[in-house]
């Protein structure tokens, strides 16, 4: 997809659906596999600086894939996002800019701890109102929104590889309740962390 050979990943689509519609007896699993390859998908364009739709957030994924009703209609979900990840690598022309890109690394190396607008901006020496449009202009995100993001990218990897508790998992990321993190979580990806954990 990176790399917009389309064709290829077109046919590779195809392929596991048809692997899928010979083997495959439990929907549920099905969906689940198809909600596996387009969170990933969504996450690699995104970690690689690309920017997609709204409609293409873990949540709304989530939904769209547990609410189909066959593999035909998984597919066409998958291809539809497919081309969105495509389109994004065939109209992008550079990278973040370097005050866009040092706020991202501010906020890689600093997302457990109490993040406001304000300390991002002074952390890259930018006013809060400057920092706010060119960061939602060039991530897709705001400030507060992709501090978020990252955060839930690690509660997913701490969940997935480590045996902490969930209080736990939320402090390390930022979170001091459980609650709110709980709450955040489910908001995030459309399941709560215990259930995240049972089925990854």
């Given at each position: 997809?990176?790399?917009?050979?389309?064709?290829?990943?077109?046919?590779?689509?195809?392929?596991?659906?048809?692997?899928?519609?010979?083997?495959?007896?439990?929907?549920?699993?099905?969906?689940?596999?198809?909600?596996q390859i387009c969170n990933n998908l969504i996450k690699n364009v995104?970690?690689?600086?690309?920017?997609?739709?709204?409609?293409?957030?873990?949540?709304?994924?989530?939904?769209?894939?547990?609410?189909?009703?066959?593999?035909?209609?998984?597919?066409?979900?998958?291809?539809?996002?497919?081309?969105?990840?495509?389109?994004?690598?065939?109209?992008?022309?550079?990278?973040?800019?370097?005050?866009?890109?040092?706020?991202?690394?501010?906020?890689?190396?600093?997302?457990?701890?109490?993040?406001?607008?304000?300390?991002?901006?002074?952390?890259?020496?930018?006013?809060?109102?400057?920092?706010?449009?060119?960061?939602?202009?060039?991530?897709g995100y705001t400030v507060l929104e992709y501090i978020t993001y990252?955060?839930?990218?690690?509660?997913?990897?701490?969940?997935?590889?480590?045996?902490?508790?969930?209080?736990?998992?939320?402090?390390?990321?930022?979170?001091?309740?459980?609650?709110?993190?709980?709450?955040?979580?489910?908001?995030?990806?459309?399941?709560?962390?215990?259930?995240?954990r049972r089925h990854s």
């Amino acid at each position: 997809v990176t790399e917009g050979r389309v064709e290829e990943a077109e046919e590779t689509l195809h392929t596991l659906t048809k692997d899928l519609s010979n083997n495959a007896t439990d929907i549920q699993y099905t969906r689940f596999v198809y909600f596996q390859i387009c969170n990933n998908l969504i996450k690699n364009v995104l970690e690689l600086g690309g920017k997609l739709p709204k409609e293409y957030s873990e949540k709304n994924i989530f939904h769209s894939v547990f609410s189909a009703e066959s593999i035909l209609d998984l597919e066409q979900n998958s291809e539809k996002m497919l081309h969105a990840c495509i389109a994004n690598f065939e109209r992008r022309e550079k990278p973040f800019s370097p005050n866009v890109e040092k706020a991202v690394s501010f906020i890689v190396s600093n997302y457990w701890k109490d993040l406001s607008l304000d300390d991002v901006a002074g952390a890259v020496f930018l006013s809060a109102g400057y920092l706010s449009i060119i960061f939602k202009e060039e991530t897709g995100y705001t400030v507060l929104e992709y501090i978020t993001y990252i955060r839930m990218q690690k509660a997913k990897e701490l969940l997935t590889t480590t045996d902490d508790t969930i209080g736990t998992v939320a402090r390390q990321i930022g979170y001091e309740s459980e609650y709110h993190f709980s709450r955040k979580f489910k908001e995030y990806t459309g399941q709560s962390p215990n259930r995240y954990r049972r089925h990854s």
